[in-house]
């Protein structure tokens, strides 16, 4: 399921100078919290990036990013001195409990603006039952070869080469390249031949060094063999009624997608008002399109 918001700017000129004045007494846009909650292990290190920091990214001097529990008015500390601590923009928890579930707040701010989302975060006990609900899907198509991609990495492999990863289909480590997988030291497996055979659920597990311990970070992947033939059809879940908004304030309308057997990459999504794409009918940028999630 993807999301793709429109966010319709405030309109009079009231509401700019009044957010002006907002933003200079530390107030600040909350853009609600982010669709996709953040599933993760026990025991494991966790990174959690700052959803809205994309937006950011072309203006990314002097930013400043800070991290809370929703609960604690209390910034997470900068530095590594904790169990949890926030790195360039991302909240870092090494290792992850139970006890750190719940909704993070990140706020992102420069001398003259400043917004910030919500994140949830569910943090399992690491047994088989839970491996299920915290899998990535992916999808290859049938007979061809494909690429099975260790999801989630980046934080952890930065620019570091020696970085060694160990598959495992069904629990069983794949030892040395065969005729079947290549790569299986690498974050991405090669899978030749694919077979019906070959869905199911596959590990990748890297090792990660914090403070004098050494850390597994495990991906959980399903893997689903698509048939050339199936359709892919995708079906727009909502919104399917009229929008009511009261004029003057900010009005985000996400737009829910199912794509079935359709793959990220191949289906393209846009908004548009009276047959108009959104950057042509509304060149003020008062309306613009959010980032698909
Ligand atoms: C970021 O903002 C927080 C809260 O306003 C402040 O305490 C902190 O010093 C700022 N950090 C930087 C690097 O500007
Ligand atoms: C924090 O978020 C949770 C939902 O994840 C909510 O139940 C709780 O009321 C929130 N607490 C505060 C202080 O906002
Ligand atoms: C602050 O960020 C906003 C939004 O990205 C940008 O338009 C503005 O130019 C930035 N201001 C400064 C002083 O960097
Ligand atoms: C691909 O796999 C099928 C059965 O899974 C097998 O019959 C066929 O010979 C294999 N082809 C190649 C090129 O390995
Ligand atoms: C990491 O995984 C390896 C292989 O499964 C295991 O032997 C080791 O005990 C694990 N280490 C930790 C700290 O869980
Ligand atoms: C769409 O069409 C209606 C009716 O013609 C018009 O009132 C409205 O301004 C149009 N909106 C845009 C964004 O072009």
Not at 14 to 30: D, I, K, L, P
Not at 59 to 83: I, K, L, Q, Y
Not at 101 to 129: H, P, Q, W
Not at 214 to 242: A, M, W
Request: glycine share 6%; with cysteine; net charge neutral.
């Amino acid at each position: 399921m993807f999301l793709l918001s429109v966010l319709i700017m405030g309109m009079s000129t009231f509401a700019v100078q009044s957010e002006e004045h907002m933003v200079a007494a530390g107030s600040c846009r909350f853009y609600g919290r982010h669709p996709k909650t953040r599933f993760k292990v026990e025991g494991e290190p966790l990174v959690l990036t700052c959803p809205q920091v994309l937006h950011w990214e072309s203006t990314s001097a002097h930013v400043n990013v800070t991290w809370r529990r929703n609960d604690s008015a209390v910034a997470v500390p900068g530095e590594e001195e904790s169990r949890v601590w926030v790195q360039d923009g991302a909240l870092w928890i090494v290792p992850a409990s139970q006890a750190d579930s719940g909704t993070y707040i990140c706020t992102v701010r420069n001398a003259s603006y400043c917004d910030k989302m919500s994140v949830e975060l569910r943090v399992f006990e690491k047994t088989d039952a839970s491996v299920p609900l915290i899998f990535y899907p992916q999808i290859i198509p049938l007979s061809a070869s494909g690429l099975l991609v260790c999801p989630d990495l980046s934080e952890f492999i930065g620019n570091r080469t020696d970085v060694r990863i160990q598959w495992y289909k069904d629990s069983v480590p794949l030892d040395q390249d065969n005729q079947k997988f290549l790569n299986v030291r690498g974050t991405r497996l090669l899978v030749n031949n694919v077979s019906m055979e070959d869905a199911g659920y596959y590990t990748c597990a890297m090792t990660y060094a914090h403070k004098g311990r050494q850390y597994n970070i495990t991906r959980n992947i399903k893997l689903r063999v698509k048939k050339r033939d199936e359709e892919t059809i995708p079906v727009i879940i909502s919104p399917h009624q009229t929008i009511s908004a009261s004029l003057g304030s900010r009005l985000t309308i996400p737009c829910k997608v199912f794509l079935g057997a359709g793959i990220h990459t191949t289906t393209l999504l846009w908004w548009m008002a009276n047959d108009t794409f959104i950057e042509d009918a509304y060149h003020g940028g008062r309306v613009t399109e959010g980032e698909r999630q």
